[in-house]
């Protein structure tokens, strides 16, 4: 059977639909022009503190900006979907730059957007958005309360007993410890900017939503900070103390190419895959919520490609992983940004702040980027869901906690591995439960609609054992057949197994009908097939269980299969 692949079922920017569409007028790229300015004005602050917080540059962070919101506009399967890092990222990328360095966050970016490429490409752009709920919300939850223990230094100016830079270990649990134990040493006047920073972005929520609080309370903090220093002699950490380059200006980077080896990809694969599954989660949920309020639909397989080239891409230059940022792309739509047009100027805009305004970046204070990240770290914690989510069933609940506590306590990878087995051992468990195989021994509906009204009902002969299966016939419920067979003492002459309520069978599903086959066969029971849908046709045709059993006795509906037992009984 020959297998046709059309590149166009699994990739179609809308960008590029949009050149072609007569009806974009100049007023709506006025729309696009201006959402697109105010955007960057949004993501500057965001950018320079996910990439410091991150362990990288501002730079970086600035870049991952720019190139990967340029991408993930002009490629994506989003209208108004806005590329670039984001909080959620922050803890696997300092975890993979502590452990493997920089170059191996490159690696480990680079597989992850091959990934992320192959996934659509495969289509699996439709089944990764609907992971399980209490899974999303729990490394959600849990990333928001790392991203605000690793703030705790910075926002309170701490340093170390007798003098010198406070070193923070990466486990969660030291980190509080060593928190703790340096605690006297705070510094009142970073405090109090950090303080000052998470209210301005609060209240100035009430004057106006067209210029992000997050820019006045730096603008605000910035100018503080410098007065203490010139005319009171105070001293409070800032980027440029940190980054004195800064300083000098930032030109483009230059591309990077990093050995890749089997060896290094072997190590790298675990937190490669955590990437490419939290920007596939995070960036089509992200697509999902602008639909909803823009109206449009998007074409998921199209944005994951889109996320992948970006996530190829970005490393390059230095960048880190790249996902669709929820924030931005509603500020996106707030603002009147309709098409891609607004990411791209986005992008743009931010490319000309790189590489004419980076100097006065190093003026901002650490304490001001630690209360913006509190902000972030408390927007993302989903603590209205999380205390919803603790009244649902025992199983999401072990799910949530287990997600959770993984993520803080150990690390996202794990988190999202097990939480995703227990997820799937709970689902199978709850399929188990509603499906079920049961014998019939006196009478049976002549109809494969159980929905019909007007049923007639025909009595079994003696030597006819019918078998009803309810629900999918996978391995999970395989081996009941084995277990009622066995408990029927009276052999029958004729057995009918009837599947009008199987959606699907898997691989051990036929080899537990093809050995019921074969014991019937030795025991000279003849096994007819009723109500099979023509997808269980389809599967139990290839695997070649048809030619085995014979295609005569094989039938749609359940009256044709019982006459055909009265002739073999008769």
Not at 90 to 105: D, M, N, P, R, S
Not at 184 to 199: D, Q
Not at 340 to 361: D, E, N, S, T
Not at 431 to 455: F, G, W
């Amino acid at each position: 059977m020959k297998i046709e692949f059309n590149i166009k079922d699994v990739f179609q920017p809308k960008f590029f639909k949009l050149i072609n569409n007569k009806a974009y007028f100049k007023e709506q790229f006025m729309q696009d022009f201006i959402a697109g300015i105010i955007l960057g004005i949004v993501a500057i602050p965001l950018a320079i503190a996910f990439g410091i917080a991150s362990g990288v540059s501002p730079q970086q962070g600035l870049i991952t900006a720019i190139i990967g919101g340029f991408i993930v506009s002009f490629l994506g399967g989003s209208h108004v979907q806005i590329g670039g890092p984001t909080g959620a990222f922050i803890v696997i990328i300092a975890g993979v730059i502590a452990e493997f360095g920089f170059t191996g966050l490159i690696i480990a970016t680079t597989i992850a957007g091959v990934m992320l490429i192959l996934m659509g490409l495969l289509k699996l752009g439709d089944v990764i958005k609907f992971m399980p709920f209490p899974i999303i919300v729990g490394f959600t939850s849990g990333i928001a309360v790392v991203i605000f223990s690793t703030q705790i230094k910075d926002f309170f100016g701490l340093t170390a007993v007798g003098g010198g830079e406070l070193v923070i270990p990466s486990e969660f649990l030291s980190k509080w410890v060593v928190y703790f134990e340096n605690f006297s040493t705070i510094n009142p006047w970073a405090t109090l900017l950090s303080v000052l920073t998470i209210a301005i972005i609060f209240l100035w929520q009430r004057i106006t939503k067209k210029i992000p609080g997050s820019i006045v309370a730096i603008i605000l903090c910035t100018f503080i900070a410098l007065l203490l220093k010139n005319q009171f002699g105070i001293e409070v950490s800032t980027i440029g103390s940190k980054y004195p380059e800064l300083s000098g200006g930032s030109p483009l980077p230059k591309p990077i190419t990093p050995k890749i080896d089997m060896h290094a990809v072997r190590l790298l694969i675990s937190p490669a895959f955590t990437i490419a599954m939290l920007c596939a989660i995070e960036s089509l949920l992200s697509a999902m919520v602008a639909d909803g309020a823009t109206g449009k639909k998007h074409h998921s397989n199209t944005e994951l490609i889109g996320q992948g080239v970006a996530n190829l891409v970005v490393p390059i230059f230095g960048g880190i992983p790249v996902t669709g940022a929820i924030a931005r792309t509603m500020t996106n739509i707030n603002n009147g940004g309709k098409t891609p047009v607004a990411g791209i100027v986005h992008a743009v805009f931010l490319l000309l702040i790189f590489l004419f305004l980076m100097p006065l970046a190093a003026y901002i204070p650490f304490a001001c980027l630690a209360g913006i990240l509190v902000v972030v770290a408390y927007n993302m914690s989903e603590w209205r869901n999380f205390k919803a989510l603790l009244k649902n069933p025992v199983a999401d609940v072990i799910v949530l906690l287990v997600t959770f506590f993984l993520t803080v306590i150990f690390d996202l990878t794990i988190a999202i591995e097990i939480g995703l087995l227990i997820a799937a051992i709970s689902f199978i468990k709850r399929v188990m439960e509603t499906s079920q195989i049961r014998v019939i021994e006196t009478e049976i509906a002549r109809t494969e609609n159980p929905e019909d009204n007007d049923i007639e009902y025909a009595k079994l002969d003696k030597h006819l054992e019918v078998y009803e299966i309810d629900g999918p016939f996978f391995f999970g419920i395989a081996n009941k057949f084995d277990e009622i067979s066995y408990e029927i003492k009276e052999k029958p002459k004729v057995r009918i197994i009837r599947m009008r309520k199987v959606p699907f069978i898997d691989s051990t599903g036929i080899k537990n009908l093809t050995n019921l086959c074969n014991r019937s066969k030795k025991e000279k029971i003849q096994v007819i097939l009723s109500g099979v849908t023509p997808e269980v046709y389809s599967t139990l045709e290839k695997s070649g269980f048809i030619d085995k059993l014979g295609k005569e006795f094989v039938f749609d509906h359940i009256s044709s299969a019982m006459d055909k037992a009265n002739k073999l009984l008769h």
